[in-house]
């Protein structure tokens, strides 16, 4: 089979056999497969990535001296069984899967390791009870973004927003457009996107976002100013001395009030969500400093090199700050079915096509923001040019 191989950063079109499906595990055909972000940075940083996973406990990310074949943004169509499989997905079944692959009781990251090879291939293993049937009627392109969108899903679980939220997405890139995506799905009222790219913006605005700013010239922090949390420390402070001073005209003691308020959730202080969809050094020291207090920071974007943070600010704004990856085996269900149905609209995304050949132009492609968000490999296509939808 034809497959797309990464060998000491450069990419190439190289003959392979057809896998073998191991027990419970699937042979599928390879119809769609997204170039995801992390395998931009894995063409020249998986080194440093591979270093971090080993402290995980993972120590067979793909390192740099290896060939391994990328993709882990995968649909396609059931081609084969392995052993001790139910067979409940028949041959031609259209599907998607989560993207690890277990021998024995070693899983690994379909893609992202030498040891289970992806979909930037004709043909790929998957595992059986990770593979969901695509509902009729979900296009190939909007399927191969189950993926991609289950990890927006995830990031917008963990920040546990509600529909009152104003929530702020800096960084308009694929993950940030799929936060934004899943934000309006779930009926969030304001969302504000930011992002310097004039094209990127654009895309935003397709996918919902509310208000949409050039952080070079109007500050997504005023946007969400009014009424959505404390700019600074006096002004709680000042806003807890009213509250007391009002509470002490009552016939009850203050501390009485305070916690009746509290048990209604009266006191919980306004914020912002807040979501990072950049992932370079100093994203997240520059959102300490200009987030109002209480805010939640949700860290989507991944930062492949050593950054500072000062956690005295954190501290004193009492901030959240949570990290996120993957998403759970029901978070990526439900994700292909919202887009099945309709309630999460995920077609802004994708720009364009590539066969195999021209996987090298696509990873070029895209270090420009102002020309594709998501490129689709297609095997069948024999073209070594971009197909721009």
Not at 98 to 125: F, K, M, N, T
Not at 163 to 170: E, F, H, P, S
Not at 224 to 253: C, Q, R, V, W
Not at 264 to 290: Q, S
Request: proline share 7%; hydrophobic share 40%.
């Amino acid at each position: 089979m034809k497959a797309v191989a990464l060998t000491k950063g450069r990419l190439e079109v190289t003959e392979l056999p057809i896998p073998r499906p191991g027990a419970r595990q699937l042979l599928v055909a390879v119809k769609r497969c997204g170039i995801c972000g992390s395998d931009l940075h894995a063409r020249h940083q998986g080194d440093e990535l591979a270093d971090v996973l080993k402290l995980c406990g993972y120590p067979r990310y793909l390192r740099s001296d290896q060939s391994v074949v990328l993709g882990h943004e995968i649909y396609g169509e059931v081609l084969d069984h392995g052993p001790w499989t139910s067979k409940r997905l028949k041959p031609g079944t259209p599907v998607v899967s989560v993207p690890l692959v277990r021998r024995g009781r070693q899983v690994d990251g379909i893609g992202l390791s030498a040891h289970a090879p992806g979909g930037y291939a004709e043909h790929v293993v998957v595992q059986e009870a990770l593979t969901l049937p695509v509902p009729s009627g979900l296009s190939p392109d909007i399927a191969a973004l189950t993926e991609p969108m289950a990890v927006a899903w995830h990031a917008v679980n963990r920040g546990e927003v509600t529909r009152k939220d104003v929530a702020i997405v800096l960084g308009c890139g694929p993950v940030g457009l799929a936060v934004i995506a899943v934000l309006k799905s779930r009926g969030v009222a304001t969302v504000i996107a930011s992002d310097y790219s004039p094209g990127r913006r654009a895309l935003a605005q397709k996918c919902g976002a509310d208000h949409v700013v050039d952080p070079a010239v109007y500050s997504p922090w005023q946007q969400a100013s009014t009424g959505h949390g404390f700019k600074n420390m006096p002004e709680e402070y000042n806003a807890g001395i009213d509250a007391i001073e009002g509470m002490t005209k009552l016939p009850l003691p203050w501390w009485t009030t305070w916690r009746a308020l509290d048990t209604i959730g009266a006191t919980r202080p306004k914020r912002p969500l807040v979501f990072e969809c950049v992932g370079v050094p100093g994203m997240l020291d520059g959102i300490l400093t200009k987030a109002p207090l209480h805010a939640c920071i949700v860290v989507v974007g991944v930062c492949m090199g050593a950054d500072a943070i000062r956690p005295a600010l954190a501290v004193n704004k009492e901030l959240d700050l949570r990290f996120v990856v993957g998403y759970t085996p029901l978070e990526f269900r439900d994700t292909l079915h919202a887009l099945a149905d309709g309630t999460l609209d995920a077609s802004p995304l994708v720009t364009g096509h590539v066969g195999l050949a021209g996987v090298n132009t696509a990873f070029t492609t895209l270090a420009d923001p102002e020309t594709h968000a998501k490129i689709l490999i297609d095997p069948a296509l024999a073209s070594d040019q971009i197909r721009t939808l």
